[in-house]
């Protein structure tokens, strides 16, 4: 019954409950559309980047992330990756060895970093053959290597020349080698360009004595939403008490920070803003339930008087802005969900400079839109939030009705 | 009267002999480390060596040869394990240079070099490449007398000269007063602390001498590690050219 009366007690002023109804419902589709924006275009950086350089999740020793030695290694055995292989959402295990070494022909030399790899996994990972600029990819049994293509212009070499790498190996080992240049890589980041040399693994595993033994296993997942969970799972998996390599499972966070950092600080931005807009419009909320009540003080009085109890008051004022917000939200979901699901499919195209240095990158120039049922729960959720705040000061003043200042008079009561 | 003054010559001519004999008996600590450089290399010496890293977790055997001429020129050369051999060390009075067959490349050592790990042991670059610069470079002071191993000792500190292109500005070695051999060193860095402690041990005759066959360096501040090398043959006075000393011969010794 009585929801049968908040129900006709909105329709008394029809314009204003929709016109409150439409500005709720308009802040909920510009948040969802934002926040959906947002967070589609940090899952697109976070899976690009990551194909780059740390990939999603590493395992390295635990001593790596310090000393960065050649020292502190990992088993590239089939029985020591086997757990992680055998999880779900894992998709791809890479095996790397990385170390420094001075990089010497003719009569220049400089510090680079040397990646030995399994080329034709790395390929599929991150595409990098697409990258060769001169000469061809590197293959699994090869015995030449890729330099990147600012290297390559320091020290004067072209593809077919032979290269010097120097340095320490594992176990104090002299690491020497004189290797043939295969290809020419270039990388849009000047610091990969200007370091880095390619190698397949088993030949860097020789130039630096360290027998089957990688500095990382790097390892994609299928779907990011279920980052954490695989992340626990693998933690599990290589805890200490099992093994005696002491083995450090780490994040993309772990492992590029500022990564994480500059999207927690986009992230809090957006939600500041959305916030923001929130606040305005609860504003207009706030006014239509103060109104709906303040006007209706005499109504109430004699409601009251007549044997209404004034809990069952309250709880119509309730109901009543709760059908507003319901009626807001309703009609912001369906404006909002054919849109977001729109650009989720077709997602907008960028064009111009930004797409080309996006393309470079290795990067699909678009601006991708998540889809995820928490985006819509957390609007409904913060709606519902708003609605509340709103509810406060008029269920009060109910709560202090008077009856008889009610009864008397109306519009100026306390 | 002529008898007394017979007698007074007489005695006092003993007397200063015994002076004057034991004043020139006595050895200035540098004759004594010039004469122990002299008993482990001669005037020229070749020997063959194993050189064990010992490391808590695991052992690294090496094999060499090394040619010494006089205290100007030395050539070492790895013979063992396959990845490092052929590679070679060669000293011509004050310049060092080390040749890395795998990369077909002369590397100059530098001097700032000298104190850097040779090929990962505790020995460094200084120790065995420019060996007899102990006698050249340092300036010598007998401190006291000490028991090694059962044997009497001299305990001398060597200290660097000024402007000396050394590693160590001081060593203080024990030589031994029967054989000459150095049987204990313990090398010090310019800050005054100790960085490795060199010990001999295994007196044997080879190739005529007798010389300290196991040597072992332990750095100070990793006393859970070492680095032993152990002599298996030794000539020594033998003719070799200056030319065997260069780096065309470097390069072409494989073995």
Excluded at chain 1, 59 to 77: G, Y
Aim: with cysteine; charged share 25%; proline share 4%.
């Amino acid at each position: 019954m009585l929801i049968k009366l908040a129900w006709r007690n909105l329709w008394r002023q029809k314009r204003r409950t929709i016109l409150t109804a439409m500005a709720l419902a308009l802040a909920l589709v510009l948040s969802l559309f934002m926040r959906s924006m947002q967070e589609g275009s940090y899952a697109n950086n976070i899976e690009n980047s990551a194909k780059f350089s740390t990939g999603l999740i590493q395992l390295q020793h635990v001593e790596f992330e310090e000393s960065q030695s050649i020292e502190d290694l990992l088993p590239a055995t089939d029985e020591f990756i086997a757990p992680a292989r055998e999880m779900d959402d894992v998709e791809r295990i890479l095996p790397r060895l990385e170390s420094f070494a001075l990089a010497a022909a003719g009569d220049k030399s400089k510090g680079v970093m040397v990646l030995g790899v399994m080329p034709a996994l790395e390929d599929e990972y991150s595409s990098i053959s697409d990258k060769v600029v001169e000469g061809e990819f590197i293959k699994a049994d090869d015995s030449a290597v890729l330099i990147g293509q600012g290297l390559a212009e320091y020290l004067s070499l072209a593809v077919g020349d032979e290269l010097v790498l120097y340095g320490q190996g594992y176990r104090g080992q002299t690491a020497a080698g004189l290797y043939k240049i295969k290809g020419i890589v270039h990388f849009p980041l000047p610091q990969l360009d200007n370091l880095l040399i390619y190698m397949p693994l088993p030949l860097s595993q020789t130039l630096f004595s360290t027998g089957e033994q990688v500095s990382a296993w790097v390892i994609d997942t299928r779907e990011l939403t279920r980052l954490e969970q695989t992340l626990a799972d693998l933690k599990r998996a290589y805890s200490p008490q099992k093994l005696k390599n002491k083995v450090n499972v780490r994040d993309w966070e772990d492992l590029a920070p500022e990564m994480a950092q500059q999207i927690a600080m986009d992230k809090a931005g957006g939600i500041f803003m959305m916030y923001l807009l929130y606040g305005v419009v609860g504003f207009g909320l706030f006014a239509t339930i103060l109104m709906m009540t303040l006007e209706r003080y005499r109504e109430f009085g004699v409601m009251m008087a007549t044997g209404l109890v004034r809990a069952k008051l309250l709880g119509l004022v309730v109901l009543e802005s709760s059908f507003i917000s319901l009626l807001g939200v309703t009609i912001g979901l369906a404006l909002g969900t054919p849109l977001v699901v729109w650009f989720h499919y077709h997602p907008i195209e960028l064009t111009g400079e930004t797409a080309e240095m996006m393309l470079e990158l290795g990067w699909e120039p678009i601006l991708p839109m998540l889809l995820s049922p928490w985006l819509f729960i957390d609007q409904i959720l913060i709606v519902l939030g708003l609605m509340l705040l709103c509810l406060l000061y008029p269920l009060w003043r109910i709560y202090r009705l008077d009856l008889v200042t009610a009864l008397k008079g109306g519009a100026h009561v306390n | 009267m002529r008898l007394w003054v017979m007698i007074k010559s007489l005695l006092s001519g003993m007397l200063l002999t015994v002076f004057v004999s034991g004043y020139v008996d006595a050895e200035t600590a540098s004759d004594i480390v010039d004469r122990s450089d002299e008993q482990m290399r001669g005037d020229s010496s070749y020997s063959v060596a194993t050189m064990k890293i010992i490391r808590p977790d695991w052992t690294r055997t090496m094999s060499m040869k090394s040619w010494t001429k006089g205290q100007e020129l030395s050539l070492v050369l790895v013979t063992a394990p396959a990845k490092d051999k052929g590679s070679a060390s060669l000293k011509r009075q004050k310049e060092m240079w080390s040749w890395i067959p795998s990369i077909e490349r002369v590397i100059k050592i530098a001097p700032s070099m000298l104190s850097q790990s040779w090929m990962g042991s505790d020995f460094t670059n200084d120790d065995l490449i420019n060996q007899s610069s102990i006698v050249v470079d340092y300036e010598h002071k007998l401190v006291k007398e000490e028991l090694f191993d059962n044997d009497n000792t001299w305990v001398i500190d060597a200290i660097a000269k000024p402007d000396a292109p050394v590693v160590w500005s001081k060593v203080r070695l024990w030589i031994s007063k029967q054989t000459y051999l150095q049987r204990k060193v313990e090398f010090i860095d310019e800050f005054d602390e100790l960085v490795n402690t060199m010990e001999t041990y295994d007196v044997k005759e080879l190739g005529g001498r007798n010389i300290a066959t196991r040597m072992t360096m332990v750095p100070a501040d990793k006393p859970d590690q070492r680095t032993e090398l152990i002599t298996h043959e030794a000539q020594f006075n033998f003719d070799i050219g200056d030319d065997f000393f260069s780096q065309q011969q470097m390069k072409a010794l494989r073995d």
